[in-house]
């Protein structure tokens, strides 16, 4: 959708009215499923924001990684050539090669990056609880 409100503001609408309006109105079980409702839609939003470079970025670091080839055809190809280099790893992992060595710290640090990636969209805050 190119016109406004673009889906990110609806988005942000929508979660502005359970946080603000509604969940204050709300106890017990409503007040909890409000809650988690609002939170989903945290997610979504960060999603959005940043889902695609995240994406392009654990490939990048994939391509590296299994030597593939740079992608730049669609979002679907693109979750496609990561699923499909993610089950390469793992044959990779399966088979000994990330035990020990250069390959195995490159893994570990993409495997890092990435949690780390995923954890910024789904809880955030997990990320700034890290010990100094």
């Known amino acids: 959708m190119q016109d406004r409100p673009s889906a990110a503001e609806l988005l942000a609408a929508v979660r502005a009215f359970l946080e603000d309006d509604l969940l204050p109105q709300l106890e017990g079980r409503r007040r909890f499923h409000a809650l988690v409702a ?16 995240h994406l392009r970025a654990e490939h990048a670091r994939l391509a590296s990684l299994l030597g593939a080839a740079a992608h730049d055809g669609t979002l679907a190809a693109l979750r496609d050539a990561v699923r499909g280099a993610n089950e390469r790893l793992a044959e990779r992992i399966r088979a000994g090669d990330a035990d020990a060595g250069p390959f195995g710290e490159a893994v570990r640090a993409h495997l890092r990056a990435t949690t780390e990636e995923k954890l910024a969209v789904a809880n955030p805050r997990y990320g700034s609880a890290k010990p100094g």
Do not use: D, H, K
């Open 38 to 53: 609002a939170n989903v839609l945290s997610i979504v939003e960060r999603e959005m924001a940043q889902g695609e470079s």
